[in-house]
């Protein structure tokens, strides 16, 4: 099983039985814009309960389709709580920094460290930043910051849900 079914698999599990079927038909025929729109519509209409980690997933999987915009004011309203490792969260109201001739936006931050995952866009001659993405910039203030492109989202996803250096020397209580 692809990471990417493993994933749709555990939202899927989040839906009441036949939103989860639908959604689970949308995967499979390849309409994951649809199913995704599905699945936060449905998230809200029954008030299901989503951890910080669950949304940054459904974040990161919205932007991996191209309806992060879309999605972002809805998913934002969806009730906390929930399963979840809580190793990260959305970061939904983030000053941009501007740097000719881009735009970073934090977007998701480890719960345990200082460390965050940005999207990167061009500035756009009005002033204002593209919509989508052009990178994503993970930014540790312990390490040099690191690029991915859109293609390897997912990975700077999985390096941004890394073991934290500085957590793991600290005891847990």
């Known amino acids: 099983m692809t990471d990417e079914a493993a994933r749709w698999g555990r ?3 989040l839906l009441p039985p036949a939103e989860a079927q639908e959604f689970t038909d949308c995967w499979q025929i390849g309409e994951q814009e649809a199913g995704l729109d599905l699945l936060v519509t449905t998230l809200l209409k029954h008030r299901v309960p989503i951890s910080d980690t669950t949304r940054a997933e459904i974040a990161v999987a919205a932007e991996e389709w191209g309806v992060w915009g879309t999605l972002a004011p809805d998913l934002g309203r969806c009730v906390d709580g929930g399963p979840g490792d809580g190793s990260l969260k959305l970061i939904e109201q983030a000053d941009a920094v501007r740097a000719d001739p881009f735009v970073v936006v934090p977007w998701l931050a480890c719960t ?5 995952l940005a999207r990167m866009h061009h500035r756009e001659g ?9 990178r ?3 930014s540790d ?5 690191r690029l991915f492109d859109r293609e390897t989202l997912w990975d700077a996803v999985t390096e941004l849900r890394a073991p934290c250096h500085r ?3 600290e005891p847990r209580y």
Do not use: E, N, Q
Not at 112 to 116: E, G
Not at 126 to 134: K, P, R, V
């Open 11 to 13: 939202y899927a599990t």
């Open 112 to 116: 345990r460290c200082d460390r965050t």
């Open 126 to 134: 009005w002033g204002d930043h593209s919509l989508g993405a052009i």
């Open 136 to 138: 994503y910039v993970l």
């Open 141 to 145: 203030r312990d390490a040099p910051v």
């Open 167 to 169: 957590f793991a020397r």
